[in-house]
């Protein structure tokens, strides 16, 4: 095992944080990173789960200011942004920078306006307190590089009082109890797959 793939496998149990950014700068983490965004831009994959109906999962997206976090490629940014509408904004986020550039891209390409793409962070974000009435929290969680609670207080941290986090996990039968078990959050509804939950 080399130093790069020895470093891939256990990272997060080293650091104990989300170190993506670190993760994805080895030559191991830049070949999985490019063979994940292939997949997740795949006609397959747009055909299983179309994006624009798992966003309309989301409880009262039209005219919101929400947060995207950990956007990838962008695959639910420009529709999300669609939905949200002029009125609304979305800062899309990700700590990868080649993912912040290809979904600047993608943004800039569909002409939208009511978008910021920024590098960051989700367990330290350096966002305003109660700035979000929506966070998007798409195929994040469940991963074991992410340390729920961290995260979860960030995003708590963010969202307005009675703000709306909706989780759409990449496991089929994930529970929401992850998330319930934190104090923060209580679950509201359920539609497309995607959970919504209530701040606390």
Same mark, same amino acid.
């Given at each position: ?19 993506? =950014? ?33 966003? =309309? ?21 420009? #529709? ?5 509408? =002029? ?9 990868? #920078? ?77 529970? #929401? ?9 209580? =679950? ?13």
């Amino acid at each position: 095992m080399t130093d790069d793939t020895r470093r891939f496998a256990s990272f997060h149990i080293q650091d104990k944080t989300m170190n993506t =950014e670190s993760l994805v700068s080895t030559p191991v983490g830049k070949v999985f990173a490019r063979v994940l965004a292939t997949a997740m831009e795949s006609r397959l994959r747009y055909r299983l789960f179309a994006p624009t109906k798992i966003l =309309e999962g989301v409880d009262n997206l039209p005219g919101r200011k929400v947060l995207e976090v950990g956007c990838g490629t962008g695959y639910f940014t420009v #529709p999300a942004a669609r939905l949200i509408g =002029e009125r609304g904004s979305l800062v899309a986020m990700d700590i990868v #920078p080649e993912s912040v550039e290809m979904v600047s891209r993608k943004v800039e390409a569909a002409g939208l306006q009511n978008v910021r793409v920024i590098k960051g962070d989700g367990l330290r974000t350096n966002l305003d307190t109660a700035s979000f009435q929506t966070i998007i929290l798409f195929g994040v969680i469940p991963a074991p590089m992410v340390p729920m609670k961290p995260l979860l207080t960030e995003l708590h941290r963010v969202l307005r009082p009675e703000g709306n986090l909706a989780v759409w996990p990449p496991i089929p039968g994930w529970l #929401p109890q992850s998330v319930l078990n934190t104090g923060l959050f209580t =679950e509201s509804s359920k539609r497309n797959g995607v959970y919504n939950f209530k701040r606390m």
